[in-house]
Nanobody
């Protein structure tokens, strides 16, 4: 089992940047592909980005491609999501999740463990 804790959210003006962190404990992070998702009020959970176990492959949703960057530091058991050029529509609770499967998927139902989320609010 792996325990995930996100941090780094906050209130930001449009155009700003935030770096979200997700620290894992319980098992070594390199055992998992990792993903970032978000959920806004009244909306379904949305895939944002995913990264393979050792960082060799990354995948992004079209809505954030070119603005968000996922990375990981397995030595620190931490995954990051750098969010740039933030827009009001990026306002949501952001979650990281782990997936022990051999291939990276975008479906949140495939992910095994989730953090509690961190709120990102972008004002216009």
């Amino acid at each position: 089992q792996v325990h995930l804790v996100e941090s780094g959210g906050g209130l930001m003006q449009a155009g700003g940047s935030l770096r979200l962190s997700c620290v894992a404990s319980g098992r070594t992070l390199s055992s998992y592909n990792m993903g970032w998702f978000r959920q806004a009020p009244g909306k379904e959970r949305e895939f944002l980005a995913a990264i393979s176990r050792f960082g060799g492959n990354t995948y992004y949703a079209d809505s954030v491609k070119g603005r968000f960057t996922i990375s990981r530091d397995n030595a620190k058991n931490t995954v990051y999501l750098q969010t740039n050029s933030l827009k009001p529509e990026d306002t949501a609770v952001y979650y990281c999740a782990s997936d022990a499967a051999s291939t990276i998927v975008r479906n949140p139902e495939a992910y095994d463990y989730w953090g509690q989320g961190t709120q990102v609010t972008v004002s216009s």
